[in-house]
């Protein structure tokens, strides 16, 4: 069913994953949220535009498994891939946050982050990228390519206004331990590309 949706989807579920079925499985009974927030920002970063018109899931993505969480992912990404984005942010597609290290610490094995950009498309639900570009390594692509990679931190902001985002979302979260929630996300993103008359966001999971 992935690879007829897209199979942009199913790379990003599947590389460098020796048993991807059972794997997707397995993670989809013990971290549901996670598989859904995972599910709900690939296809999020998939429907981002390019100034080619080529999407980043174009690019390398693996995984990392053991770091999803309900509000963003890790993977190892293509290299080249920052600078692409900050292209996107040099056309005002995205704007750069400052200090990166100081907003994405070292989490596990990865260092902080080098640097990071936001989505400034809509008002609500815009994908922030943030890499980690000195944590590399040469992965192996489907096809048996080496691909030099570092780590990318995807995630999405309910609100696109600081204020609204560090009020309605931040300070909530640091009182209460909790995490933006992928089922509000969602709803949200789908509600803002309707409201921009663009195709309808899509992931292929739903709110139960």
């Not at 692409?84 to 094995?109: C, T, V, Y």
């Not at 089922?183 to 999971?205: D, H, I, K, N, S």
Request: glycine share 6%; proline share 7%.
């Amino acid at each position: 069913d992935l690879q007829t949706a897209d199979p942009r989807i199913l790379q990003l579920l599947t590389n460098g994953t020796a048993n991807a079925a059972q794997r997707y499985q397995d993670t989809l009974e013990a971290k549901g949220r996670e598989m859904g927030a995972l599910l709900s920002l690939g296809t999020a970063i998939r429907d981002i535009a390019l100034d080619d018109m080529s999407s980043p899931l174009d690019y390398y993505w693996e995984v990392i498994w053991d770091m999803l969480a309900p509000d963003r992912f890790w993977a190892w990404t293509d290299a080249r891939l920052p600078d692409r984005i900050k292209r996107m942010a040099d056309l005002n597609a995205f704007a750069e946050e400052k200090n990166p290290a100081q907003w994405h610490p070292p989490s596990g094995a990865i260092g902080p982050a080098t640097r990071s950009w936001k989505q400034t498309r809509f008002d609500v639900c815009n994908v922030q990228m943030t890499f980690h570009e000195k944590d590399t390594q040469m992965r192996t692509d489907a096809k048996g390519r080496q691909v030099k990679c570092v780590v990318a931190e995807p995630d999405i902001d309910y609100y696109k206004d600081l204020l609204a985002h560090g009020l309605l979302e931040v300070l909530p979260n640091a009182v209460t331990g909790g995490k933006t929630d992928p089922r509000v996300v969602y709803q949200m993103r789908w509600m803002a590309t309707m409201q921009e008359g663009l195709p309808a966001f899509a992931p292929p999971c739903t709110i139960e």
